[in-house]
């Protein structure tokens, strides 16, 4: 007997293997599953720029990498005493010294994400919502209010026409610059209820749209089920944290390993597996202070780590172990 309805998600046609580079752009879901690509050894960055969960904001900055545009100047902030922030960038962009300071750092980010860009073989975009906010001021669309009064902002529903053309825009610059780079698309599982749950799904049925009309014209393309995963096969809120928002890790731990069962071949799956075993091995910690029965584990463990060093960047953790070793038991 069946409890839920399983995604179907096929194979997918070229695959990832840990040779491959892969950035992660978008929600604060798109940061997880990078983190969880670097933890499992893949060469992979995870939202540069921090935080953005709307596709406009998105398809901004790289606009901003590729075309030389550079930071509006009545979007910087001051807050905080002496923090300054600019609304087109996540808050973990910030300088405690001056603007200038902050124009220099963004700057200079911008331009090692065009190099990057240029080099990724596999973008993963995962959009959060629909919505944008609009700083009055300067009547523009920005990706951060930074805890402005929200008496600066209008709040807008953007339409699917209005984030389909800053899409197809990206993926112009990007495949330009790199013709060979694969795109992934994701629609973040978490739920925006600040909009009430109405209009979020009113916001995730816009990008879920958008999803597929951009795979469905782009044979680089493709969009993983991410969304659909949560809501139909794990619809129970046991997969979700305290505050019924966000998925909770046995959730993302699903759905990061049926990203993988389609993207991966299956050499890499198979040293995936191991890796996760040879993770396990890592963080027990001895019961007994450093015995004879915790030697024989780290030299297992340091066996283990050997057997992988020839597919995966494992020099740090056998240099760990083996001053451990060397350290503990003369």
């Keep these: 007997m069946k409890l839920s309805t399983e995604v179907q998600v096929p194979p997918s046609p070229w695959k990832i293997n840990y040779e491959t580079r892969l950035m992660t752009i978008g929600s604060c879901f798109a940061e997880v599953v990078g983190n969880q690509l670097f933890e499992s050894k893949f060469r992979v960055l995870p939202n540069l720029f921090g935080t953005i969960f709307n596709p406009y904001s998105i398809a901004k900055l790289v606009k901003m990498c590729f075309s030389d545009t550079l930071p509006h100047v009545g979007h910087y902030v001051r807050a905080n005493g002496n923090l300054f922030f600019h609304y087109d960038f996540h808050s973990s962009v910030y300088s405690d010294v001056s603007v200038d300071d902050l124009d220099g750092k963004i700057r200079k980010g911008l331009y090692q994400t065009r190099q990057l860009l240029q080099n990724t073989d596999v973008l993963v975009l995962t959009f959060g ?15 951060n209010c930074h805890k402005t009064p929200g008496k600066e902002f209008r709040k807008e529903l953007m339409s699917l026409e209005a984030l389909s053309g800053v899409m197809e825009e990206l993926l112009g610059y990007v495949t330009r610059l790199n013709p060979a780079v694969r795109v992934i698309l994701t629609v973040s599982p978490v739920r925006h209820t600040r909009d009430t749950l109405q209009l979020n799904m009113v916001s995730k049925s816009i990008l879920r749209l958008l999803c597929h009309q951009l795979e469905e014209r782009h044979e680089n393309v493709a969009y993983f089920p991410a969304y659909e995963i949560m809501l139909d096969e794990l619809r129970d809120y046991r997969f979700y944290e305290p505050d019924l928002i966000h998925p ?44 004879p029965e915790y030697r024989k584990h780290l030299a297992q463990t340091l066996e283990r780590l050997r057997g992988l060093k020839s597919r995966l960047m494992v020099e740090k953790e056998i240099e760990e172990i083996s001053l451990i070793l060397k350290n503990n038991y003369p």
Excluded: C
């Design 248 to 291: 909770d890790s046995v959730a993302t731990d699903h759905i990061f390993r049926t990203f993988l069962k389609a993207y991966l071949d299956a050499d890499t799956l198979e040293t995936f597996k191991e890796w996760q075993q040879v993770i396990q091995m890592l963080r027990h910690k001895p019961r007994h202070g450093y015995s």
């Design 129 to 143: 919502t629909a919505f944008v906010y609009r700083y009055l001021k300067t009547n523009e669309l920005v990706t």
